[in-house]
């Protein structure tokens, strides 16, 4: 069974500018997690998506928001980066009531000049 | 999720026993205790989970006193590749409304 994949793996982005992050999660999932991963936050909740809706949501800005297709394929834009955005973007897809053991991909390293 | 506290960072050599201990004196009756591993620019990858006394899978160990206010992840003779940040993670099975709680965790550095 294929793992959790992430498109793209890296990107460089200026201030100002938007960026949509691509997560397909592994067959079968129907909940989708994003994370962000910065050395001096460490590893933080932004989202989670099932069934196309948002069930829980993380400490971040408006200007962090996703989406979930019918699919289970899910998406995350953020609009009007800042520098601080520089950092691992990470999804994670499990089965529904399996919290422990979320399957993640390997991250879209993203860098704002 | 309960807070835990995890040593910042360890060293060890290839072929040794290493032990790694989470405090969690926080945590609630329905919480479970679970490890992820996160090798650079990768993932976190589930290790093991347990809920009390010992729980042993083939790559890991986990230690849970009564009062369950610790865990000890331990590894069993460990190599170069084992080389990763290791995290403890406590809270309910079944999903949880913030996410995991991945705090800073363990930075383990393997020697030869």
């Known amino acids: 069974k294929a793992g959790v994949t992430q498109t793209p793996r890296y990107l460089i982005k200026t201030r100002g500018q938007q960026v949509t992050l691509s997560c397909s999660p592994i067959?079968?999932?129907?909940?989708v997690s994003w994370y962000q991963q910065t050395p001096g936050q460490g590893l933080q909740f932004l989202f989670e998506y099932f069934s196309e809706t948002q069930r829980n949501k993380g400490n971040f800005p408006g200007r962090f928001s996703g989406r979930q297709f019918s699919n289970s394929r899910s998406e995350m834009n953020v609009s009007t980066l800042e520098l601080g955005d520089s950092a691992l973007y990470l999804c994670?897809?499990?089965?529904?009531?399996?919290?422990?053991?979320?399957?993640f991909g390997p991250g879209t390293r993203l860098l704002v000049l | 999720l309960a807070k835990t506290t995890q040593p910042i960072s360890m060293d060890s050599y290839e072929g040794q026993e290493v032990n790694i201990t989470c405090s969690h004196n926080?945590?609630?009756?329905?919480?479970?205790i679970t490890w992820y591993q996160q090798f650079p620019s990768q993932g976190p990858r589930f290790i093991i989970q347990g809920y009390k006394t010992k729980v042993t899978n083939e790559v890991a160990s986990l230690f849970i006193p009564a009062d369950r206010k610790s865990s000890t992840l331990s590894l069993p003779r460990v190599s170069l590749s084992d080389t990763a940040v290791y995290y403890c993670?406590?809270?309910?099975?079944?999903?949880?409304?913030?996410?995991?709680?991945f705090g800073k965790g363990t930075h383990l550095i393997i020697q030869p």
């Open positions: 993670l406590v809270g309910p099975l079944g999903g949880g409304a913030d996410g995991l709680t």
């Open positions: 067959s079968g999932h129907r909940s």
């Open positions: 994670a897809s499990r089965h529904e009531g399996e919290w422990e053991t979320q399957y």
């Open positions: 926080n945590i609630a009756t329905n919480d479970y």
